[in-house]
């Protein structure tokens, strides 16, 4: 497809479960960002991505969280020993170059509920 | 640190009447703004964009007026139709340099017919 794809869509697991997250960007977008959305919030920044340079991760919120990007296109984010706190709508977003000038194209997002 | 926020969290419109989505920042170097619009179960649509070296900048049926003066921004949509229904985001980078964008909290706009 044209678009960012986000897999699962929803995700239901117990506390003190590791999770797996994925997201393919929009063929040939360099840069590539993970946000976390909880209920009625704005978008929190998570960690970003630009070719090969090394990511900033400083939106992480623990060292439970960790992500990857592999070949410089399909990205992972991990969130190992899962709890309650990590409920939220885990949205992917690329775009085409990693400077501020140029619009992020989101997914639709990971539903994730800890029970 | 920065910050983007939005005037009102709820805005609610007749069908046909034109709506107007506000929205202040606080770092004077912002340069790059986006407006989003998020349906519910969906992830954030991009509408527009605005750069610091243009005060307005139209598209179909949407307008977004930049202030620089007062670091405001707002969001102008023509004949609001319900479709239309959804939260409404402005955004902005960190820096000039850096993409994360800061979001503001959101409006959610209610069209009646």
């Known amino acids: 497809g044209a678009g960012v794809s986000q897999s699962p869509s929803n995700k239901v697991t117990e506390k003190g479960k590791d999770v797996e997250l994925r997201c393919d960007p929009i063929?040939?977008?360099?840069?590539l960002y993970w946000y976390r959305q909880s209920l009625g919030q704005g978008l929190e920044f998570l960690i970003y991505f630009q070719g090969n340079s090394a990511p900033d991760k400083s939106g992480l919120p623990s060292d439970r969280f960790s992500a990857e990007r592999t070949g410089g296109s399909v990205s992972t984010l991990t969130i190992q020993r899962t709890q309650q706190e990590d409920s939220a709508v885990y949205l992917c977003?690329?775009?085409?170059?990693?400077?501020?000038?140029?619009?992020?194209?989101f997914g639709d997002g990971t539903r994730l509920s800890i029970l | 640190g920065e910050s983007v926020g939005l005037h009102l969290p709820t805005l609610s419109v007749q069908e046909g009447d034109n709506s107007i989505i506000n929205c202040a920042y606080s770092?004077?170097?912002?340069?790059?703004f986006i407006w989003y619009k998020q349906e519910s179960g969906k992830g954030p649509q991009f509408i527009i964009d605005?750069?610091?070296?243009?005060d307005k900048r139209q598209g179909q049926r949407v307008t977004v007026l930049l202030n620089k003066t007062v670091k405001h921004l707002s969001l102008q949509i023509a004949a609001t139709q319900p479709g239309d229904s959804a939260v409404y985001f402005c955004?902005?980078?960190?820096?000039?340099?850096?993409?994360?964008?800061?979001f503001g909290r959101g409006t959610q706009l209610t069209v009646w017919p």
């Open positions: 977003a690329s775009s085409s170059q990693g400077s501020s000038n140029q619009p992020q194209h």
């Open positions: 955004a902005a980078p960190k820096s000039s340099t850096l993409g994360r964008l800061y």
């Open positions: 605005i750069r610091s070296n243009m």
């Open positions: 770092n004077s170097a912002s340069d790059y």
């Open positions: 063929s040939g977008h360099t840069a």
